[in-house]
Nanobody
């Protein structure tokens, strides 16, 4: 069972930055594709960004392109989401997800508990 633990959430003013991190318990983490999703209050969970196991391919939802960057550190078993130019509409609980397929299959098997990001105007 893969355990994912997110950190780095918090409150920031619009235009600010935050960096989320996700630590994985599984030593085979390096073979997993990883992703970030988010869920705002009273809304469905939505995809934010993903990165393949090699780190060679990344995917972003249109609303965060140019502002968010997903990356991974294979040595530390972590995946990060650098969020710049934050907007109030980025406010949500952010979840880390892991996909054993290695490529991004849009069907992750494992989820973290989430970390709150609040952006004030």
């Amino acid at each position: 069972q893969v355990q994912l633990v997110e950190s780095g959430g918090g409150s920031v003013q619009a235009g600010g930055s935050l960096r989320l991190s996700c630590a994985a318990s599984e030593r085979t983490f390096s073979s997993y594709a990883m992703a970030w999703f988010r869920q705002a209050l009273r809304k469905e969970r939505e995809f934010v960004a993903a990165i393949t196991s090699s780190g060679g391919n990344t995917y972003y939802t249109d609303s965060v392109k140019g502002r968010f960057t997903i990356s991974r550190d294979r040595a530390k078993n972590t995946v990060s989401l650098q969020m710049n130019s934050l907007k109030p509409e980025d406010t949500a609980v952010y979840y880390c997800a892991a996909d054993p397929a290695g490529y991004w299959s849009w069907s992750p098997d494992y989820w973290g508990q989430g970390t709150q990001v609040t952006v004030s105007s």
